[in-house]
């Protein structure tokens, strides 16, 4: 399709859909840390407990990409 294999249309799409999620997550974080009050500090202990596993996610992507240099 348009010169692309399935392999490479599965990565981007991987990468566009999952990265599309992680910032809709986010999105929830923030709605979430606004609507209980949680101040300053409760808000970034629920970006750094909730969003942790996003960055195994964001790192994979950023070591395969560095491997390939």
Same mark, same amino acid.
């Given at each position: 399709?348009?010169? !692309? #294999?399935?392999?490479? &249309?599965? +990565?981007?799409? $991987?990468?566009?859909?999952? #990265? *599309?999620?992680? $910032? !809709?997550?986010? @999105?929830? &974080?923030? +709605?979430?840390?606004?609507? #209980? ?9 629920? @970006?750094?407990?909730? #969003? @942790?596993?996003? $960055?195994?996610?964001? *790192?994979?992507?950023? &070591?395969?990409?560095? $491997?390939?240099?």
């Amino acid at each position: 399709m348009f010169g !692309y #294999s399935e392999e490479q &249309i599965a +990565q981007l799409g $991987l990468t566009v859909g999952v #990265s *599309a999620f992680i $910032l !809709y997550m986010l @999105f929830i &974080i923030a +709605q979430l840390a606004r609507e #209980s009050k949680a101040g300053r500090f409760g808000t970034f202990v629920l @970006f750094l407990v909730l #969003s @942790f596993g996003m $960055l195994g996610f964001v *790192a994979k992507n950023v &070591i395969a990409w560095l $491997l390939d240099m």
